[in-house]
Protein backbone atom coordinates (compact mmCIF):
# COMPACT_ATOMS: atom_id res chain seq x y z
CA UNK A 1 0.00 0.00 0.00
CA UNK A 2 1.42 3.02 -1.01
CA UNK A 3 1.75 5.80 2.12
CA UNK A 4 3.68 8.55 0.64
CA UNK A 5 4.91 9.73 -2.66
CA UNK A 6 8.37 11.30 -1.86
CA UNK A 7 9.20 12.80 -5.50
CA UNK A 8 8.34 11.98 -8.91
CA UNK A 9 10.62 8.72 -8.63
CA UNK A 10 10.36 7.75 -5.10
CA UNK A 11 7.59 6.22 -2.93
CA UNK A 12 7.06 4.90 0.39
CA UNK A 13 5.03 1.69 0.86
CA UNK A 14 3.68 -0.72 3.33
CA UNK A 15 4.58 -4.37 2.60
CA UNK A 16 1.30 -5.87 3.28
CA UNK A 17 3.03 -9.24 3.48
CA UNK A 18 5.19 -8.24 6.89
CA UNK A 19 3.46 -4.91 7.45
CA UNK A 20 6.91 -3.32 7.44
CA UNK A 21 7.35 0.22 6.38
CA UNK A 22 9.88 0.89 2.74
CA UNK A 23 11.00 3.14 0.49
CA UNK A 24 11.81 2.12 -2.91
CA UNK A 25 12.49 3.96 -6.35
CA UNK A 26 10.74 3.53 -9.85
CA UNK A 27 13.02 1.52 -11.87
CA UNK A 28 14.95 3.25 -14.73
CA UNK A 29 12.88 6.77 -14.10
CA UNK A 30 14.80 9.96 -13.52
CA UNK A 31 12.66 12.58 -12.19
CA UNK A 32 13.08 16.40 -12.61
CA UNK A 33 16.13 17.26 -10.20
CA UNK A 34 17.93 20.76 -9.37
CA UNK A 35 20.81 19.46 -11.16
CA UNK A 36 18.37 20.17 -14.20
CA UNK A 37 17.83 23.63 -13.23
CA UNK A 38 21.41 24.31 -12.92
CA UNK A 39 23.00 23.18 -15.75
CA UNK A 40 20.42 24.86 -17.94
CA UNK A 41 21.33 28.21 -16.35
CA UNK A 42 24.65 27.30 -16.50
CA UNK A 43 24.78 26.75 -20.25
CA UNK A 44 22.51 30.05 -20.39
CA UNK A 45 25.09 32.90 -18.63
CA UNK A 46 28.26 31.00 -17.24
CA UNK A 47 28.93 33.53 -14.85
CA UNK A 48 26.16 33.74 -13.28
CA UNK A 49 25.74 33.06 -9.09
CA UNK A 50 24.00 29.47 -8.43
CA UNK A 51 20.99 29.87 -6.14
CA UNK A 52 20.00 27.30 -3.85
CA UNK A 53 16.71 25.67 -4.20
CA UNK A 54 14.70 25.83 -0.81
CA UNK A 55 11.60 24.15 -1.70
CA UNK A 56 12.52 21.57 -4.53
CA UNK A 57 8.80 20.64 -5.06
CA UNK A 58 7.88 23.59 -6.01
CA UNK A 59 10.90 25.23 -7.75
CA UNK A 60 11.85 22.75 -9.76
CA UNK A 61 10.33 22.50 -13.25
CA UNK A 62 7.18 19.78 -13.61
CA UNK A 63 8.56 18.01 -10.24
CA UNK A 64 5.05 18.98 -8.66
CA UNK A 65 2.72 17.71 -11.55
CA UNK A 66 4.98 14.40 -11.75
CA UNK A 67 4.30 13.71 -7.85
CA UNK A 68 0.81 15.16 -8.07
CA UNK A 69 -0.15 12.42 -10.78
CA UNK A 70 1.19 9.51 -8.88
CA UNK A 71 0.03 10.96 -5.15
CA UNK A 72 -3.68 11.37 -7.24
CA UNK A 73 -3.35 8.10 -8.22
CA UNK A 74 -1.88 6.03 -5.72
CA UNK A 75 -1.98 7.47 -2.42
CA UNK A 76 -3.51 4.77 0.37
CA UNK A 77 -4.25 2.29 -2.30
CA UNK A 78 -2.91 -1.16 -2.95
CA UNK A 79 0.02 -1.87 -6.00
CA UNK A 80 1.66 -4.29 -7.75
CA UNK A 81 5.56 -4.04 -7.03
CA UNK A 82 8.33 -5.96 -8.85
CA UNK A 83 11.87 -5.49 -7.84
CA UNK A 84 13.66 -5.29 -10.47
CA UNK A 85 17.55 -4.91 -8.78
CA UNK A 86 18.93 -2.89 -5.67
CA UNK A 87 21.91 -0.84 -5.95
CA UNK A 88 24.46 -1.27 -2.92
CA UNK A 89 24.67 1.28 -0.44
CA UNK A 90 27.55 3.61 -0.92
CA UNK A 91 29.69 6.26 0.83
CA UNK A 92 27.44 8.77 -0.30
CA UNK A 93 24.34 7.13 -0.91
CA UNK A 94 22.07 4.69 0.70
CA UNK A 95 20.95 1.67 -0.73
CA UNK A 96 18.04 1.66 -2.81
CA UNK A 97 15.59 -0.92 -3.82
CA UNK A 98 14.36 -0.07 -7.54
CA UNK A 99 10.89 -1.74 -8.65
CA UNK A 100 8.50 -1.26 -11.19
CA UNK A 101 5.29 -0.33 -9.59
CA UNK A 102 1.46 -1.22 -11.09
CA UNK A 103 -1.62 0.50 -10.62
CA UNK A 104 -3.74 -1.86 -12.13
CA UNK A 105 -2.36 -3.08 -15.52
CA UNK A 106 -0.45 0.68 -15.55
CA UNK A 107 3.31 0.43 -15.03
CA UNK A 108 3.71 3.86 -13.78
CA UNK A 109 6.97 4.81 -14.17
CA UNK A 110 5.91 4.59 -18.19
CA UNK A 111 2.95 6.68 -17.39
CA UNK A 112 4.86 9.18 -16.01
CA UNK A 113 7.60 9.27 -19.18
CA UNK A 114 4.81 9.39 -21.30
CA UNK A 115 3.18 12.36 -19.96
CA UNK A 116 7.07 14.47 -19.95
CA UNK A 117 7.20 14.40 -16.64
CA UNK A 118 10.54 12.12 -15.99
CA UNK A 119 12.63 10.77 -18.46
CA UNK A 120 14.43 7.36 -18.49
CA UNK A 121 17.75 6.81 -17.01
CA UNK A 122 20.64 6.02 -19.45
CA UNK A 123 22.16 2.76 -18.86
CA UNK A 124 25.66 1.23 -20.01
CA UNK A 125 24.85 -1.22 -22.35
CA UNK A 126 26.38 -3.99 -19.80
CA UNK A 127 24.26 -2.70 -17.42
CA UNK A 128 21.56 -5.31 -16.29
CA UNK A 129 20.34 -2.94 -13.51
CA UNK A 130 17.78 -2.07 -15.35
CA UNK A 131 13.91 -1.92 -15.59
CA UNK A 132 12.63 -5.01 -17.00
CA UNK A 133 10.43 -3.08 -19.29
CA UNK A 134 13.25 -0.23 -20.00
CA UNK A 135 12.67 -0.73 -23.54
CA UNK A 136 8.91 0.56 -23.23
CA UNK A 137 10.71 3.77 -21.15
CA UNK A 138 12.68 4.55 -23.82
CA UNK A 139 9.64 4.38 -26.20
CA UNK A 140 7.30 6.42 -23.85
CA UNK A 141 10.00 8.81 -24.02
CA UNK A 142 10.74 9.19 -27.40
CA UNK A 143 6.75 9.21 -28.40
CA UNK A 144 6.02 12.50 -25.37
CA UNK A 145 9.71 14.38 -26.73
CA UNK A 146 8.04 13.82 -30.24
CA UNK A 147 4.96 15.29 -28.74
CA UNK A 148 6.24 18.52 -27.14
CA UNK A 149 4.58 17.72 -23.44
CA UNK A 150 6.25 18.45 -19.99
CA UNK A 151 9.86 18.41 -20.06
CA UNK A 152 10.25 18.16 -23.61
CA UNK A 153 8.03 21.75 -24.33
CA UNK A 154 8.28 25.42 -23.74
CA UNK A 155 6.39 25.83 -20.93
CA UNK A 156 8.03 26.53 -17.16
CA UNK A 157 6.34 23.48 -15.60
CA UNK A 158 6.49 25.72 -12.34
CA UNK A 159 3.85 26.15 -9.13
CA UNK A 160 3.05 29.25 -7.96
CA UNK A 161 3.17 28.49 -4.00
CA UNK A 162 2.66 31.47 -1.85
CA UNK A 163 4.36 30.02 1.55
CA UNK A 164 3.17 31.19 5.26
CA UNK A 165 5.27 28.78 7.05
CA UNK A 166 8.18 29.83 9.49
CA UNK A 167 9.26 32.69 12.18
CA UNK A 168 9.67 34.63 8.78
CA UNK A 169 6.21 34.96 7.67
CA UNK A 170 4.33 35.17 10.60
CA UNK A 171 3.47 38.66 10.13
CA UNK A 172 1.57 37.63 6.68
CA UNK A 173 -0.04 34.91 8.18
CA UNK A 174 -2.01 36.85 10.66
CA UNK A 175 -2.81 39.17 7.47
CA UNK A 176 -4.71 35.71 6.32
CA UNK A 177 -6.15 34.89 8.93
CA UNK A 178 -9.69 36.20 9.09
CA UNK A 179 -9.56 35.66 4.59
CA UNK A 180 -9.39 31.93 6.06
CA UNK A 181 -11.82 32.53 8.77
CA UNK A 182 -14.39 33.41 6.43
CA UNK A 183 -13.71 30.77 3.54
CA UNK A 184 -14.83 28.22 5.91
CA UNK A 185 -14.57 24.83 4.77
CA UNK A 186 -11.59 24.63 2.17
CA UNK A 187 -9.83 22.05 0.38
CA UNK A 188 -5.95 21.08 1.27
CA UNK A 189 -3.32 18.64 0.93
CA UNK A 190 -1.54 17.78 3.59
CA UNK A 191 2.56 17.93 2.83
CA UNK A 192 4.13 16.91 5.84
CA UNK A 193 3.18 15.28 9.29
CA UNK A 194 5.34 17.12 12.20
CA UNK A 195 3.28 14.99 14.83
CA UNK A 196 0.19 13.75 15.48
CA UNK A 197 -1.40 16.88 15.45
CA UNK A 198 0.45 19.19 13.38
CA UNK A 199 0.91 19.44 9.87
CA UNK A 200 1.79 21.48 7.09
CA UNK A 201 -0.89 21.90 4.45
CA UNK A 202 -1.42 23.09 1.01
CA UNK A 203 -4.50 24.84 0.50
CA UNK A 204 -5.52 24.48 -3.00
CA UNK A 205 -7.87 26.92 -3.93
CA UNK A 206 -5.17 29.67 -3.59
CA UNK A 207 -2.18 27.44 -2.62
CA UNK A 208 -0.84 29.00 -0.20
CA UNK A 209 1.53 26.79 1.94
CA UNK A 210 0.27 27.09 6.26
CA UNK A 211 1.43 25.33 9.04
CA UNK A 212 -1.49 23.99 10.99
CA UNK A 213 -2.77 23.02 14.45
CA UNK A 214 -5.72 19.99 15.44
CA UNK A 215 -8.09 21.59 17.69
CA UNK A 216 -9.86 20.19 20.64
CA UNK A 217 -6.99 17.65 21.37
CA UNK A 218 -3.81 17.17 23.13
CA UNK A 219 -1.52 14.52 21.11
CA UNK A 220 2.19 13.23 22.44
CA UNK A 221 4.88 14.63 20.88
CA UNK A 222 6.98 12.85 19.03
CA UNK A 223 10.72 12.87 18.62
CA UNK A 224 12.30 15.89 17.17
CA UNK A 225 15.58 17.83 15.97
CA UNK A 226 16.06 21.20 18.05
CA UNK A 227 19.05 23.65 17.47
CA UNK A 228 21.99 22.50 20.62
CA UNK A 229 22.31 24.56 23.45
CA UNK A 230 25.04 27.06 22.76
CA UNK A 231 25.29 26.07 19.29
CA UNK A 232 22.48 27.07 17.27
CA UNK A 233 24.38 25.63 13.56
CA UNK A 234 23.96 22.09 15.47
CA UNK A 235 21.54 19.72 16.27
CA UNK A 236 20.36 17.73 19.08
CA UNK A 237 17.51 15.07 19.06
CA UNK A 238 15.14 15.64 21.69
CA UNK A 239 13.27 12.43 22.75
CA UNK A 240 9.55 12.14 22.43
CA UNK A 241 6.86 11.33 24.52
CA UNK A 242 5.35 7.86 25.25
CA UNK A 243 3.15 7.10 21.79
CA UNK A 244 4.30 10.11 20.19
CA UNK A 245 6.31 8.14 17.64
CA UNK A 246 2.87 5.80 16.98
CA UNK A 247 0.87 9.13 16.93
CA UNK A 248 2.84 10.36 13.73
CA UNK A 249 2.84 7.11 12.08
CA UNK A 250 -1.15 6.85 12.60
CA UNK A 251 -1.17 10.94 10.74
CA UNK A 252 1.19 9.98 8.23
CA UNK A 253 -0.81 6.84 7.22
CA UNK A 254 -4.73 8.40 7.60
CA UNK A 255 -3.52 12.13 6.56
CA UNK A 256 -0.55 12.30 4.90
CA UNK A 257 -0.68 13.73 1.04
CA UNK A 258 -4.71 13.24 1.28
CA UNK A 259 -6.83 15.53 0.30
CA UNK A 260 -8.78 17.11 3.27
CA UNK A 261 -11.73 19.17 4.16
CA UNK A 262 -10.51 21.96 6.46
CA UNK A 263 -12.24 24.47 8.89
CA UNK A 264 -9.77 27.23 10.54
CA UNK A 265 -10.96 29.20 13.87
CA UNK A 266 -9.86 29.84 17.23
CA UNK A 267 -9.95 27.87 20.11
CA UNK A 268 -8.13 28.66 23.21
CA UNK A 269 -4.64 26.74 24.15
CA UNK A 270 -1.94 26.39 26.41
CA UNK A 271 0.12 28.50 24.69
CA UNK A 272 0.91 32.07 24.81
CA UNK A 273 -1.27 33.92 21.97
CA UNK A 274 0.02 37.37 20.13
CA UNK A 275 -2.70 37.58 18.45
CA UNK A 276 -6.33 36.30 18.51
CA UNK A 277 -6.48 33.16 16.41
CA UNK A 278 -3.16 32.15 16.27
CA UNK A 279 -0.07 30.85 18.27
CA UNK A 280 3.18 32.20 18.97
CA UNK A 281 4.60 30.31 16.70
CA UNK A 282 2.42 31.09 13.56
CA UNK A 283 0.55 28.26 13.35
CA UNK A 284 -3.59 28.32 12.81
CA UNK A 285 -5.35 26.07 14.94
CA UNK A 286 -8.95 23.91 13.16
CA UNK A 287 -10.55 21.29 12.71
CA UNK A 288 -9.44 18.30 10.21
CA UNK A 289 -11.60 16.34 8.20
CA UNK A 290 -11.26 13.56 5.52
CA UNK A 291 -12.52 13.41 2.46
CA UNK A 292 -15.04 10.86 3.64
CA UNK A 293 -16.03 13.05 6.37
CA UNK A 294 -14.37 11.56 9.11
CA UNK A 295 -12.77 14.30 12.02
CA UNK A 296 -8.94 13.72 12.15
CA UNK A 297 -9.18 15.07 16.12
CA UNK A 298 -11.77 11.91 16.70
CA UNK A 299 -9.72 9.57 14.88
CA UNK A 300 -6.34 10.11 17.21
CA UNK A 301 -8.86 10.35 20.20
CA UNK A 302 -10.35 6.70 18.80
CA UNK A 303 -6.94 5.41 18.70
CA UNK A 304 -5.85 6.31 22.18
CA UNK A 305 -3.30 8.18 20.62
CA UNK A 306 -4.77 11.83 22.14
CA UNK A 307 -6.42 13.47 24.82
CA UNK A 308 -9.48 15.30 24.71
CA UNK A 309 -8.28 19.25 25.26
CA UNK A 310 -10.63 21.61 27.42
CA UNK A 311 -10.85 24.06 24.76
CA UNK A 312 -12.85 21.32 22.81
CA UNK A 313 -16.28 22.10 24.62
CA UNK A 314 -18.46 23.66 22.42
CA UNK A 315 -17.14 21.43 19.23
CA UNK A 316 -19.48 20.28 17.11
CA UNK A 317 -18.43 16.44 17.93
CA UNK A 318 -17.46 17.15 21.89
CA UNK A 319 -20.08 14.60 23.24
CA UNK A 320 -18.44 12.00 20.58
CA UNK A 321 -14.86 13.03 21.91
CA UNK A 322 -15.79 12.37 25.36
CA UNK A 323 -16.88 9.01 24.37
CA UNK A 324 -14.28 7.88 22.70
CA UNK A 325 -11.95 8.66 24.99
CA UNK A 326 -13.46 6.83 28.01
CA UNK A 327 -13.44 4.08 25.87
CA UNK A 328 -9.94 4.30 25.67
CA UNK A 329 -9.64 4.97 29.14
CA UNK A 330 -11.56 1.94 30.45
CA UNK A 331 -9.54 -0.11 28.14
CA UNK A 332 -6.02 1.46 28.77
CA UNK A 333 -5.60 1.96 24.93
CA UNK A 334 -2.61 3.79 23.95
CA UNK A 335 -1.85 6.74 25.66
CA UNK A 336 -3.68 5.29 28.67
CA UNK A 337 -2.11 2.12 28.87
CA UNK A 338 -0.79 2.90 32.34
CA UNK A 339 -3.95 5.11 33.66
CA UNK A 340 -5.13 4.30 37.28
CA UNK A 341 -8.86 5.59 38.39
CA UNK A 342 -8.37 8.22 40.65
CA UNK A 343 -9.38 7.31 44.88
CA UNK A 344 -10.53 9.36 47.44
CA UNK A 345 -9.73 9.34 50.42
CA UNK A 346 -12.13 7.76 53.09
CA UNK A 347 -12.64 11.45 54.89
CA UNK A 348 -13.66 12.65 51.44
CA UNK A 349 -15.50 9.62 50.71
CA UNK A 350 -17.70 10.22 54.32
CA UNK A 351 -17.72 13.90 53.39
CA UNK A 352 -19.35 12.99 49.94
CA UNK A 353 -22.08 10.92 51.19
CA UNK A 354 -23.34 14.04 53.60
CA UNK A 355 -23.02 16.19 51.00
CA UNK A 356 -25.03 15.72 47.81
CA UNK A 357 -24.05 18.87 45.90
CA UNK A 358 -20.01 18.40 46.56
CA UNK A 359 -20.22 14.63 45.51
CA UNK A 360 -20.92 15.91 42.09
CA UNK A 361 -18.68 18.16 41.91
CA UNK A 362 -16.04 14.94 42.46
CA UNK A 363 -18.11 12.58 40.66
CA UNK A 364 -17.80 15.33 37.36
CA UNK A 365 -16.38 13.59 34.48
CA UNK A 366 -16.01 17.23 32.84
CA UNK A 367 -13.63 18.11 35.92
CA UNK A 368 -10.65 16.16 36.30
CA UNK A 369 -8.98 16.43 39.25
CA UNK A 370 -6.16 14.31 38.77
CA UNK A 371 -5.54 16.42 35.62
CA UNK A 372 -1.77 17.49 35.74
CA UNK A 373 -2.60 20.89 34.87
CA UNK A 374 -4.38 21.28 38.38
CA UNK A 375 -1.46 22.59 40.68
CA UNK A 376 -0.94 22.78 44.31
CA UNK A 377 -0.62 26.21 45.45
CA UNK A 378 -1.02 28.95 48.41
CA UNK A 379 -2.85 31.86 48.03
CA UNK A 380 -0.54 34.94 49.36
CA UNK A 381 -2.09 38.23 48.14
CA UNK A 382 -5.48 38.91 46.69
CA UNK A 383 -6.14 42.58 45.15
CA UNK A 384 -9.29 44.47 45.40
CA UNK A 385 -9.47 43.99 41.24
CA UNK A 386 -9.05 40.39 42.26
CA UNK A 387 -5.71 39.48 40.95
CA UNK A 388 -4.65 36.49 42.61
CA UNK A 389 -0.82 35.54 43.82
CA UNK A 390 0.11 32.24 44.50
CA UNK A 391 3.09 30.50 45.23
CA UNK A 392 3.14 26.60 44.19
CA UNK A 393 3.21 24.50 47.61
CA UNK A 394 5.72 21.66 45.84
CA UNK A 395 8.13 25.20 45.78
CA UNK A 396 7.24 26.04 49.66
CA UNK A 397 9.81 25.11 51.54
CA UNK A 398 12.40 26.71 49.29
CA UNK A 399 10.82 29.90 50.36
CA UNK A 400 10.05 29.30 54.08
CA UNK A 401 13.76 27.89 54.04
CA UNK A 402 15.56 31.26 52.02
CA UNK A 403 13.27 33.19 54.92
CA UNK A 404 14.18 31.34 57.55
CA UNK A 405 18.20 32.38 56.60
CA UNK A 406 17.62 36.00 55.56
CA UNK A 407 15.93 36.61 58.92
CA UNK A 408 19.01 34.26 60.80
CA UNK A 409 21.34 36.76 58.86
CA UNK A 410 20.09 39.68 60.06
CA UNK A 411 19.35 38.88 63.21
CA UNK A 412 23.36 37.88 63.49
CA UNK A 413 24.60 40.37 61.69
CA UNK A 414 22.36 44.27 61.49
CA UNK A 415 21.77 45.07 58.29
CA UNK A 416 23.13 47.99 57.24
CA UNK A 417 20.15 50.67 56.68
CA UNK A 418 20.09 54.12 54.53
CA UNK A 419 20.79 51.93 51.11
CA UNK A 420 19.85 53.88 48.20
CA UNK A 421 17.69 51.99 46.12
CA UNK A 422 17.67 52.19 41.98
CA UNK A 423 14.63 51.48 39.88
CA UNK A 424 14.53 47.64 39.23
CA UNK A 425 16.58 46.65 41.78
CA UNK A 426 16.35 43.65 43.84
CA UNK A 427 16.65 43.88 47.69
CA UNK A 428 16.09 43.18 51.20
CA UNK A 429 12.86 45.51 52.05
CA UNK A 430 11.35 45.55 55.89
CA UNK A 431 7.49 44.55 55.87
CA UNK A 432 5.21 47.27 58.07
CA UNK A 433 2.99 44.86 59.05
CA UNK A 434 5.68 42.19 60.88
CA UNK A 435 8.62 43.90 60.71
CA UNK A 436 10.44 41.23 59.08
CA UNK A 437 12.86 41.31 56.30
CA UNK A 438 11.87 39.74 52.88
CA UNK A 439 13.08 40.12 49.30
CA UNK A 440 11.77 43.05 46.99
CA UNK A 441 11.93 44.81 43.95
CA UNK A 442 11.87 48.22 43.78
CA UNK A 443 8.84 49.20 41.30
CA UNK A 444 8.95 53.39 41.51
CA UNK A 445 11.05 56.30 42.95
CA UNK A 446 9.44 59.43 44.04
CA UNK A 447 10.53 62.40 45.67
CA UNK A 448 11.23 62.81 49.59
CA UNK A 449 12.63 59.13 49.59
CA UNK A 450 9.37 57.49 48.54
CA UNK A 451 10.11 54.13 47.39
CA UNK A 452 7.43 51.62 45.66
CA UNK A 453 8.57 48.20 46.32
CA UNK A 454 7.12 44.56 44.78
CA UNK A 455 7.40 42.17 47.39
CA UNK A 456 8.65 39.23 45.03
CA UNK A 457 7.75 36.09 46.83
CA UNK A 458 4.08 37.23 48.47
CA UNK A 459 2.63 39.49 45.65
CA UNK A 460 2.00 42.55 48.27
CA UNK A 461 3.50 45.74 47.64
CA UNK A 462 4.34 48.66 49.90
CA UNK A 463 5.07 52.59 49.95
CA UNK A 464 8.24 52.64 52.09
CA UNK A 465 9.07 56.64 53.15
CA UNK A 466 12.20 55.15 55.80
CA UNK A 467 15.43 54.11 53.74
CA UNK A 468 16.38 52.22 57.00
CA UNK A 469 14.31 50.07 56.27
CA UNK A 470 15.52 48.93 52.53
CA UNK A 471 19.03 47.08 52.49
CA UNK A 472 21.40 44.76 49.67
CA UNK A 473 20.15 41.26 49.94
CA UNK A 474 22.93 39.08 51.54
CA UNK A 475 25.44 36.76 48.64
CA UNK A 476 23.05 33.94 47.47
CA UNK A 477 19.37 35.54 48.22
CA UNK A 478 18.87 36.65 44.49
CA UNK A 479 19.26 33.17 42.89
CA UNK A 480 15.88 31.84 43.59
CA UNK A 481 13.41 32.65 41.35
CA UNK A 482 10.89 34.66 42.22
CA UNK A 483 8.30 32.66 44.05
CA UNK A 484 4.72 34.81 43.43
CA UNK A 485 3.05 34.15 40.57
CA UNK A 486 -0.12 36.63 39.28
CA UNK A 487 -3.44 35.42 38.21
CA UNK A 488 -6.41 36.47 37.04
CA UNK A 489 -9.60 34.72 37.76
CA UNK A 490 -11.34 33.15 35.04
CA UNK A 491 -14.12 34.51 33.36
CA UNK A 492 -14.37 36.88 36.44
CA UNK A 493 -14.73 40.96 36.23
CA UNK A 494 -14.48 43.22 39.40
CA UNK A 495 -17.58 45.22 40.37
CA UNK A 496 -17.51 48.61 39.41
CA UNK A 497 -17.52 50.13 42.80
CA UNK A 498 -14.39 50.51 44.58
CA UNK A 499 -16.28 49.32 48.05
CA UNK A 500 -17.93 46.18 46.23
CA UNK A 501 -14.26 45.31 45.76
CA UNK A 502 -12.97 45.44 48.87
CA UNK A 503 -15.83 43.41 49.76
CA UNK A 504 -15.29 40.62 47.43
CA UNK A 505 -11.65 40.54 47.92
CA UNK A 506 -12.01 39.56 51.95
CA UNK A 507 -15.04 37.25 50.87
CA UNK A 508 -12.48 35.55 48.60
CA UNK A 509 -9.72 35.23 51.35
CA UNK A 510 -12.24 34.37 53.81
CA UNK A 511 -13.03 31.23 51.67
CA UNK A 512 -9.46 30.42 51.53
CA UNK A 513 -8.50 30.11 54.79
CA UNK A 514 -4.79 30.49 54.41
CA UNK A 515 -5.70 26.47 53.30
CA UNK A 516 -4.05 24.93 50.72
CA UNK A 517 -6.12 25.34 47.08
CA UNK A 518 -6.18 23.55 43.28
CA UNK A 519 -5.45 26.28 40.70
CA UNK A 520 -5.57 25.09 37.11
CA UNK A 521 -4.61 28.12 33.87
CA UNK A 522 -8.22 27.96 31.61
CA UNK A 523 -7.01 30.36 29.19
CA UNK A 524 -3.84 33.24 28.18
CA UNK A 525 -5.43 36.55 27.43
CA UNK A 526 -3.45 39.44 26.78
CA UNK A 527 -0.15 37.96 28.58
CA UNK A 528 -2.53 36.91 32.12
CA UNK A 529 -3.17 33.86 33.34
CA UNK A 530 -6.92 33.32 33.94
CA UNK A 531 -7.47 30.71 36.57
CA UNK A 532 -9.96 28.60 38.42
CA UNK A 533 -9.67 28.13 41.87
CA UNK A 534 -10.77 25.53 44.17
CA UNK A 535 -10.30 24.30 48.17
CA UNK A 536 -7.88 21.30 47.69
CA UNK A 537 -9.63 19.09 50.63
CA UNK A 538 -13.17 19.73 49.29
CA UNK A 539 -12.76 20.74 45.64
CA UNK A 540 -15.32 23.39 46.09
CA UNK A 541 -15.20 26.24 43.53
CA UNK A 542 -13.98 29.25 45.36
CA UNK A 543 -15.27 31.73 41.95
CA UNK A 544 -18.64 29.89 42.14
CA UNK A 545 -19.33 30.39 45.84
CA UNK A 546 -18.03 34.12 45.28
CA UNK A 547 -20.81 34.35 42.11
CA UNK A 548 -23.81 32.41 44.33
CA UNK A 549 -23.23 35.21 46.46
CA UNK A 550 -23.19 37.91 44.39
CA UNK A 551 -19.89 39.34 44.83
CA UNK A 552 -18.56 39.29 41.81
CA UNK A 553 -19.71 39.69 37.67
CA UNK A 554 -19.39 36.93 35.27
CA UNK A 555 -18.11 38.34 31.71
CA UNK A 556 -20.59 38.28 29.55
CA UNK A 557 -20.94 39.29 25.85
CA UNK A 558 -17.30 40.53 25.58
CA UNK A 559 -13.90 38.70 24.54
CA UNK A 560 -13.66 36.12 21.99
CA UNK A 561 -16.89 33.78 21.91
CA UNK A 562 -14.65 30.52 21.86
CA UNK A 563 -13.22 31.25 25.57
CA UNK A 564 -16.57 31.05 27.08
CA UNK A 565 -17.34 27.70 25.43
CA UNK A 566 -16.26 26.10 28.62
CA UNK A 567 -18.21 23.90 31.22
CA UNK A 568 -16.64 26.07 34.17
CA UNK A 569 -18.48 28.92 32.09
CA UNK A 570 -21.57 27.20 32.37
CA UNK A 571 -21.01 26.55 35.90
CA UNK A 572 -19.91 30.13 36.75
CA UNK A 573 -23.24 31.48 34.78
CA UNK A 574 -25.84 29.37 36.41
CA UNK A 575 -24.30 30.26 39.66
CA UNK A 576 -24.63 34.13 39.14
CA UNK A 577 -28.42 33.52 37.15
CA UNK A 578 -29.02 32.35 41.16
CA UNK A 579 -27.76 34.99 43.03
CA UNK A 580 -29.84 37.40 40.06
CA UNK A 581 -33.37 35.13 40.91
CA UNK A 582 -32.14 35.36 44.69
CA UNK A 583 -31.64 39.68 44.41
CA UNK A 584 -28.53 39.14 46.66
CA UNK A 585 -25.22 41.20 46.67
CA UNK A 586 -24.66 42.87 43.15
CA UNK A 587 -28.07 41.74 42.24
CA UNK A 588 -30.20 43.28 45.26
CA UNK A 589 -31.57 46.22 42.93
CA UNK A 590 -31.05 45.12 39.35
CA UNK A 591 -30.20 42.42 37.02
CA UNK A 592 -27.27 45.20 35.52
CA UNK A 593 -24.61 46.75 36.93
CA UNK A 594 -22.77 50.33 36.19
CA UNK A 595 -20.61 49.22 33.34
CA UNK A 596 -23.64 47.28 31.55
CA UNK A 597 -26.28 49.88 31.98
CA UNK A 598 -25.01 53.40 32.34
CA UNK A 599 -28.33 54.73 30.92
CA UNK A 600 -30.09 53.50 33.35
CA UNK A 601 -27.89 55.36 35.85
CA UNK A 602 -27.35 52.23 38.17
CA UNK A 603 -24.33 52.69 40.42
CA UNK A 604 -23.63 49.11 42.00
CA UNK A 605 -24.64 47.69 45.36
CA UNK A 606 -25.49 50.19 48.04
Not at 375 to 387: F, G, N, P
Request: aromatic content about 8%; proline content about 4%.
Amino acid sequence: MILEVINGDALTIRDLRDNKVKKIYLSSVRAPRAADIQQKNDENNPNANRQQIKRPLYEIPYLFEARELLRKRLIGKVVRVVTDYIQPASSEYPEKICCTVYAGNVNLGEALISKGLAKAVRHRQDDEQRSSHYDDLLTAEQQAEKRGVGLFSNGTGLQRIVDMTGDTNKERAKGLLSVLQRNGRMEGVVEFVASGSRFRIHLLKDNWIVSFLLSSINCPRAERRVPASGNPQQQKVEPGEPFGAEALTFSKEHFLQRKQNISIFFFPSDVFVEVENMDRGGNFIGRLTTADGHSAAFMLVQAGLAKVHDSAYGAPNYKQLLEAEEKCRKERIGVWTNYEEPTSKDDDEHESENNPEEEAVLGSSIINFNDPRFRRVVVTYVTTDLKVYVQYTEQGSQVEQLQSELREIFNQTKPVGGHTPKKGELLAARFTADNEWYRARVEKIEGNNRISVYFVDYGNRELITDLSRLTTLPPGFSQLPTQAHECELAYVRAPPDEDDRQYAKNALLDEIDNQECLMKVEYRQNNAEHVSLYRANTKENLVKILAEQGLVVIAQGRGNRQLRLTPLYDELQQAQAKAKSSRIGLWQYSDQIEDDANEFGFTGRK
